[in-house]
């Protein structure tokens, strides 16, 4: 089985330009999630789809970032204008349908290291 | 408020050794699961261990076990017979309800840089 896709797995960037990153969850997990990953730090929430719904995206920059996920599978984070503080690793993963007792763990993907410049 | 602390931001232990990753979180939730997660330096997060706030026995996944003190609030990682392979950033991380109900997100630590000298 496939895991999670993401590409590319690295970008260097100018500030100001825009970058895409893009995202395929394992087949069939219907919850996507985006993390961003500053140096040091553990990954931390920027969006979470059901299907194609964004259900959370409460820490997204709305004034830069947009994500989307047409037909419920892949998905798109997109900055634009980036900044220099953009610089992180973007974390995409996936799961399964919600069982509350079980453990619904996420699988992630290798992620997207952007370096703006 | 951190909800996830990992205060160990690096440890070593000799290879075929048991190391402990310490790790305590904050929740007033009664329903909640605890993860591990493993960073090799490809970036990529592996999923290693899970605990339920229910469950009553300490999990474990072959060389790894989660020792798990409610009371405590506090969720180690224990890795027995560590090998070179496991050098890497560990993260544990908590599922949280979000104020809703009915969806999920899981909460990093800071993680600790484990090297596994030879």
């Known amino acids: 089985e496939a895991g999670v896709v993401q590409s590319p797995r690295y970008k260097i960037i100018e500030k100001k330009q825009p970058v895409a990153f893009w995202c395929n969850p394992i087949s069939g997990h219907n919850t996507l999630y985006w993390y961003l990953q500053n140096l040091g730090q553990g990954p931390e929430l920027l969006i979470r789809?059901?299907?194609?719904?964004?259900?959370?995206d409460s820490q997204l920059p709305k004034d830069r970032f947009s994500a989307e996920r047409l037909k419920g599978v892949d998905s798109t984070l997109k900055i634009q204008p980036a900044e220099l503080g953009d610089s992180a690793v973007y974390l995409c993963?996936?799961?399964?349908?919600?069982?509350?007792?079980?453990?619904?763990?996420?699988?992630f993907g290798p992620g997207t290291r952007l370096t703006v410049l | 408020a951190q909800k996830i602390t990992q205060t160990q931001p690096g440890m070593f232990v000799q290879e075929k050794e048991a190391v402990t990753l310490d790790c305590t979180y904050d929740t007033s939730d009664q329903s909640y699961g605890l993860f591990w997660y493993k960073q090799p330096s490809s970036g990529e997060m592996i999923f290693l261990i899970y605990?339920?706030?229910?469950?009553?026995q300490n999990a474990t996944e072959g060389r790894y076990s989660l020792n798990f003190q409610k009371a405590r609030k506090s969720a180690n990682l224990v890795i027995s017979a560590s090998q070179l392979g496991d050098s890497a950033m560990y993260f544990c991380?908590?599922?949280?309800?979000?104020?809703?109900?009915?969806?999920?997100?899981?909460?990093f630590g800071k993680g600790t840089k484990l090297t596994v000298n030879p």
């Open positions: 789809y059901e299907n194609e719904e964004a259900v959370d």
């Open positions: 605990q339920g706030s229910y469950d009553e």
């Open positions: 991380a908590m599922r949280e309800a979000f104020p809703q109900g009915g969806s999920e997100k899981l909460v």
């Open positions: 993963a996936s799961s399964s349908t919600r069982n509350l007792a079980g453990k619904n763990e996420q699988f």
